[in-house]
């Protein structure tokens, strides 16, 4: 089985939910994990609700500091914003890195309803990503 670590800031929304989409389009051939530089302390509830839209289950995830996975092998490291993207350590045994950075949806303005649809457009981005990486 492949590894990969996804890398954000706050490790809140989007490394979040695409640890869970990858874990789910990998079909068991890849185990997903996410970690912040400076982790939120929460998964934003609208990533949650989100992933849940597509039968993802975030509701246990908590986030979790990039100190959590150092020195554990990885196949792959992805960073998801610019921030993670500069304060990535090295992971020696890393056989690929790749930076695709996606809005924040974190700061989205709106009424509750342009939120919901933000949060749900970014996971889209990451699910349309992730698939044609794994293609």
Same mark, same amino acid.
């Given at each position: 089985m492949k590894k990969v670590l996804i890398l954000c800031t706050g490790?809140?929304?989007?490394?979040?939910m695409a640890e869970g989409l990858w874990n789910l389009l990998g079909r068991g051939e890849w185990q997903a994990v996410?970690? !912040?530089s400076n982790p939120a +302390?929460? $998964?934003h509830p609208l990533a949650i609700d989100a992933m849940h839209d597509v039968g993802v289950n975030l509701d246990a995830a908590v986030s979790k500091h990039l100190d959590q996975f =150092? +020195?554990?092998p990885f196949d792959l490291v992805v960073t998801v914003? /610019?921030?993670?993207?500069?304060?990535?350590? $090295?992971f020696p045994a890393v056989v690929e890195t790749l930076h695709w950075?996606? =809005? /924040?949806?974190?700061h989205f303005a709106g009424s509750d309803a342009e939120?919901?649809?933000g949060f749900a457009r970014v996971r889209d981005e990451i699910a349309a990503k992730? +698939? !044609?990486?794994l293609e």
């Open positions: 490790n809140s929304c989007r490394s979040q996410s970690a !912040g +302390g929460y $998964v =150092e +020195g554990e914003c /610019d921030n993670a993207r500069e304060s990535c350590p $090295v950075p996606f =809005e /924040d949806p974190a939120r919901r649809a992730i +698939g !044609g990486y």
